[in-house]
């Protein structure tokens, strides 16, 4: 069994659609974990697989990669919140936002803290989502390391977080605004009528054509007037032809 015939059965036998991810990183990402466990060839990782739910969650692990952390580029958050946000709430008032691909969870909770300080007592809803089981597992425990919370202020640091042992746990306030699902955003129906789609640091694992084809699926899930906010590294550069119009780097509007 070669790598292509192994991605096939992968999508057959477990629905994972690995044709999507960028293959030379992909393969090396499963060929190394298959040295460590000292699997001799694809068949019988296949195997191995199939019977041990583990071993697929490990192997969910290795070509997911979950690093995340609060207000990422802060200075990309900061024009979220000063000139993002308040035309959205204007326009809105409470928002439907979607973080897709939220790891463990400091993005959407990132903007949870936003909201909770723009538009208090609002009735947001902050949907959340990620392939990763383990990653929304940790996302619901929302206990962080130092790290995690570097690019937060040390006033937020102490209205919203609480010592837990070696971390810090973002307090229920905060956790009860965002509800985490699994989804694959390769496979799965995606929602409608967001007014705010993060996608960032996700599409970066993607052939450039199934990018194109989640750009324009993010498209559909916005409400007119919605906006998407994606990663620091990343540019839609067709996004006329998708029918965004680009409002800020990093931030593209479907019309209304
Ligand atoms: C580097 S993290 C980005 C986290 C966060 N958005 C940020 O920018 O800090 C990438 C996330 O994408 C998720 N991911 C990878 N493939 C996915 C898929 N097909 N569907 C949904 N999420 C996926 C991974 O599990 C991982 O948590």
């Not at 991605?7 to 992909?26: C, S």
């Not at 790891?103 to 989502?129: F, K, N």
């Not at 956790?175 to 694959?184: C, I, K």
Request: hydrophobic content about 45%; overall charge positive; glycine content about 6%.
């Amino acid at each position: 069994m070669d790598f292509a015939e192994f991605k096939q059965a992968v999508h057959r036998r477990f629905g994972l659609y690995l044709d999507g991810y960028k293959e030379p990183q992909l393969k090396r990402r499963i060929d190394s974990l298959m040295a460590v466990l000292q699997v001799p060839d694809y068949a019988a990782y296949l195997n191995l697989l199939a019977g041990d739910s583990q071993q697929w969650q490990r192997f969910i692990d290795k070509i997911t990669i979950n690093v995340s952390e609060f207000f990422r580029n802060p200075e990309i958050f900061a024009r979220l919140e000063k000139e993002i946000l308040p035309p959205l709430l204007a326009a809105f008032q409470n928002l439907k936002v979607w973080s897709a691909g939220c790891a463990d969870g400091p993005e959407p909770y990132s903007v949870a803290i936003l909201l909770a300080e723009l538009a208090p007592g609002g009735r947001h809803q902050i949907l959340a989502t990620d392939i990763d089981p383990g990653a929304l597992a940790a996302a619901r425990r929302a206990v962080y390391s130092e790290r995690s919370v570097q690019a937060v202020t040390p006033e937020r640091v102490a209205r919203y977080f609480q010592r837990e042992g070696e971390g810090l746990r973002l307090r229920e306030q905060v956790r009860n605004m965002v509800n985490f699902r699994q989804l694959d955003l390769l496979k799965d129906p995606y929602g409608s009528d967001y007014h705010l789609l993060i996608c960032r640091n996700v599409v970066i694992y993607f052939t450039a054509a199934t990018q194109n084809e989640l750009y324009r699926r993010f498209y559909q899930a916005l409400a007119p007037g919605g906006v998407l906010f994606i990663g620091a590294t990343e540019s839609l550069f067709q996004y006329r032809e998708l029918g965004f119009e680009k409002i800020a780097p990093w931030f593209y509007r479907r019309p209304i």
